[in-house]
């Protein structure tokens, strides 16, 4: 069974015409993901697929769960092979769900399993033919991004951690892929717990160098670490939010804030959001002033499963869709910044589908000229990174800001094989436009549009994100 055909997702001339003249072969620029910097400057060698494909992968996870595999085979202590074993039972159950498309489209590239779907009679196969081709140079962690065509990974970072990984891989001359670190400061913001968020700041005044007595002190040392970051080749900031922060604050409340927090005092729930709204304008400020872009992901209700999170603890795969309003908070957030003429570049990604309209027509309100697309609506995450998914994300956007500046995918994952959503969202991106040209609603102008899609799949965002390939 041959099932990921060279058309696969092509559904006219147009769109075959457009994906493999223009689109296949164009270059990865994976502005937001979750690999390990520490396995590229390795060089990382999988002992097996269990390792590179199903650790840490929450997506295959919850679908073994509903499948009704007990969880030992999942997270707990089967061996490698039971538990690609049992995943191999799950594959053919996945039909419809984008699973069963990114597990066939990732055996065939790069491994190059191509006419065998992934089920209990052929593991055995599978797992022998693809644990061999991961014992050579090519399959190891940069050899496989070598192999993707990936030229630019920015990976997720903690402002605290000191990027000893991302430096020997700086240092080494002989790795042409560029690889830089993203600011995450979620911890930063993390007052509604005063136990992880002192030990954080614990943390932060040992590599600041400097004792962080107040909220003043608090803002200087991220300060000091968004200038390490800088120094370290980061232009991106990244932000995780359940909903956007709006409340009004005084300064004054957001130093007393700081103290009753750093006193181990619990904090009442206005004054979580004052905290988070006030630190967010003050990072906002900090991008701004550098140049950055900064993503917002908006929309993710984390670790709804209490049993579960004390058993296995965060991104396990027990995290949902929130569903708050955000048209308000995110203008006002926009507008705060706007208004003192220190609005940085943003992207936002909602997580919940129904706010896709909301957010595209909330970028719109604050484009003002400077850069192409400032003001981005981010690419379809998470949940929506299937098939209907990115035409709904794509869709959204086009009808109400400019496809033509869009920054494209990213992979959000912690797999080194999770390249093939690129070319799965390039399929689906060409097959959309090709769609509107055989129903003559775009001319049949291939150069025109060919342009248009290699500058969403890799030639905007090397304008847009301003980091140095050399």
């Keep these: 069974m041959e099932f990921i055909t060279e058309d696969f997702l092509l559904h006219s001339n147009t769109a075959k015409r457009l994906y493999h003249e223009f689109a296949e072969k164009m270059p990865i620029y994976d ?121 630019v990974v920015c990976t997720t970072d903690d402002p605290v951690d000191r990027l000893e990984h991302h430096t020997a891989i700086r240092n080494d001359g002989d790795f042409a892929i560029k690889v830089v670190p993203t600011f995450r400061p979620d911890r930063a913001m993390a007052v509604e717990s005063q136990e992880i968020f002192n030990e954080w700041v614990g943390r932060l005044e040992a590599v600041a160098g400097m004792e962080v007595k107040d909220y003043a002190g608090f803002l200087e040392a991220i300060g000091k670490r968004h200038e390490f970051f800088h120094h370290a080749g980061c232009r991106i900031s990244d932000h995780a939010l359940e909903a956007p922060c709006d409340a009004e604050f005084l300064e004054s409340e957001i130093i007393y804030i700081f103290h009753k927090v750093r006193s181990g005092k619990e904090l009442e729930p206005e004054e979580i959001v004052k905290f988070k709204t006030a630190l967010l304008h003050e990072l906002a400020l900090l991008d701004h002033g550098k140049g950055w872009t900064m993503q917002l992901h908006i929309g993710a209700l984390r670790n709804t499963n209490s049993r579960y999170f004390e058993r296995l603890g965060p991104d396990s795969g027990f995290d949902t869709m929130a569903d708050g309003p955000i048209a308000r908070p995110l203008a006002r957030f926009f507008d705060r910044l706007d208004s ?65 500046h869009f920054v494209g995918m990213v992979t959000d994952s912690r797999s080194f094989l999770s390249y093939s959503r690129h070319e799965y969202f390039r399929r689906i991106l060409c097959d959309l436009i090709g769609r509107d040209v055989e129903n003559a609603e775009l001319p049949n102008d291939v150069n025109l549009l060919g342009k248009i899609v290699q500058d969403v799949c890799y030639n905007n965002a090397v304008r847009y994100f301003g980091i140095d390939l050399k």
């Design 31 to 151: 502005f937001h993901c979750h690999l390990p910097p520490q396995e590229i400057a390795d060089n990382e060698q999988y002992k097996n697929m269990t390792q590179i494909w199903l650790a840490g992968d929450h997506y295959k996870w919850r679908a073994m769960r509903a499948s009704g595999i007990d969880e030992r085979f999942i997270t707990g202590d089967a061996s490698d092979y039971e538990k690609f074993s049992a995943w191999a039972r799950v594959v053919p159950l996945t039909i419809r769900n984008p699973l069963f498309h990114w597990t066939c489209m990732e055996l065939k590239k790069p491994f190059g399993i191509e006419k065998k779907m992934l089920e209990p009679k052929t593991a055995k196969e599978i797992w022998n033919a693809c644990n061999e081709k991961l014992k050579s140079d090519d399959f190891r962690a940069r050899g496989i991004l070598a192999r993707m065509n990936v030229k």
């Design 340 to 404: 003192i003429s220190r609005l940085p570049k943003i992207i936002v990604y909602v997580l919940n589908p129904n706010h896709n309209e909301v957010a595209a027509a909330a970028m719109g309100g604050f484009q003002d000229g400077s850069t192409p697309g400032k003001m981005q609506f981010g690419t379809a995450w998470w949940y929506n990174d299937q098939k209907d998914g990115i035409e709904r994300q794509l869709t959204a956007l086009s009808n109400l800001g400019l496809l033509a």
